[in-house]
């Protein structure tokens, strides 16, 4: 039996954020009705009530971005004209955030002039209907787009559940949306991923870091004619995170020339346990063995010291030690030796 869930209290406690968990989605699709005048509307609530459709109603902008939070309701049907926040930047909230930005919106408007409706659509809109609401219509557009997220939502589905599995082997993936009103930000993240974006870039979705956003942007044509582009790398003391742009996922904006949304794989790589060999191989102390890994690594003085937060002449006092322990005399034959060894204790390390 379908409901009528109202604004009350009861509804928006805290204690209710479990709400998704309760709806019966296996034998009704769950809609969310966003109008400060619902009792306006009330033909459509029974109709879609009578026809099987779980009801969600919030009242302003705010209830609406926190129901659909709640409920991730199946399609929302929005008032585009509301005081406060109106209905475009509810919507435009709705898609900037991952959770919400797959749910289709169908704007409810009395305004008819092109700006507004192009503005629906910009906002993040998949169709419109005009006031006074006709329940026939409304539920035969609901029908034509319901139909297009329960597809988009399995292959969601069946993508997660294979990238997740990514993350028990070290490997991470996040999914950015590319074209249209939610250009650049990031739709779709595994756990390991969110930690590692954050403690890399000190960013969270939507939004995508800025140096990934450019070498996607930089590489999108060249990987939908097959050429797989080169690699991202950022390194972090002796870890680097590496991206490998995977593939177009789909066409989420129905636009060309890119659009959709593209899988970038993500791996950290630790190099620890080779600073850790050097030391133990040469009898250098911590430092001493990290100085010894950027040489190899073919970074100067100054850089060593930005890198380890140290001056270049406290570098090059280390730097001194460390041929004395290792009987050389210049930074390329000490790299040379490192390298030598690095090779036969760790064959993958990469110079």
């Known amino acids: 039996m379908s409901s009528v869930l109202e604004d009350s209290p009861a509804t928006l406690n805290p204690l209710n954020r479990s709400l998704d968990h309760t709806l019966d989605r296996a034998n009704s699709d769950v809609v969310l009705i966003v109008d400060d005048v619902p009792d ?41 004209m509301m005081p406060g926040m109106d209905g475009f930047e509810v919507a435009k909230r709705l898609k900037a955030m991952a959770e919400t930005s797959h749910i289709p919106i169908i704007f409810m408007t009395g305004l008819t002039e092109t700006e507004h409706l192009v503005a629906a659509l910009e906002a993040g809109g998949v169709d419109y209907v005009t006031k006074p609401i006709k329940p026939k219509e409304v539920m035969a557009r609901m029908g034509v787009h319901l139909q297009g997220a329960r597809r988009a939502r399995q292959e969601a589905r069946q993508a997660g559940q294979a990238r997740n599995a990514l993350d028990a082997f070290g490997y991470a ?28 870039y000190g960013t969270a979705a939507p939004q995508t870091p800025e140096p990934v956003l450019a070498w996607l942007r930089r590489h999108m044509a060249d990987a939908e004619r097959q ?91 280390h730097l001194e030690r460390v041929y004395a322990k290792l009987g050389v005399e210049t930074r390329t034959a000490a790299a040379g030796m490192a390298m030598n060894r690095i090779r036969q204790l760790h064959p993958q390390f990469e110079g």
């Open 40 to 80: 306006n509307l009330s033909v459509l609530h029974d109709a879609l009530d009578e026809s099987g459709y779980t009801v969600l109603v919030a009242t302003n902008g705010e209830a609406a971005l926190q129901r659909a939070l709640q409920a991730r309701p199946d399609i929302v049907l929005l008032d585009a």
């Open 173 to 200: 993936s996040i999914t950015v949306r590319m074209g249209g009103a939610a250009d650049g930000r990031l739709v779709w993240q595994t756990p390991l991923a969110r930690d590692l974006l954050m403690r890399y």
């Open 227 to 317: 050429i797989e582009p080169p690699r991202l790398a950022v390194e972090q003391g002796p870890r680097r995170l590496t991206f490998r742009l995977h593939q177009q996922t789909g066409d989420a904006e129905g636009g060309a020339g890119g659009s959709g949304d593209w899988l970038i794989v993500m791996r950290e790589i630790s190099d620890d346990a080779v600073v850790e060999a050097m030391s133990l191989s040469f009898k250098l102390t911590a430092r001493e063995a990290e100085v010894l890994y950027w040489v190899v690594k073919g970074k100067t003085n100054r850089d060593i010291g930005d890198i380890l937060g140290s001056s270049p002449a406290t570098v090059k006092k």
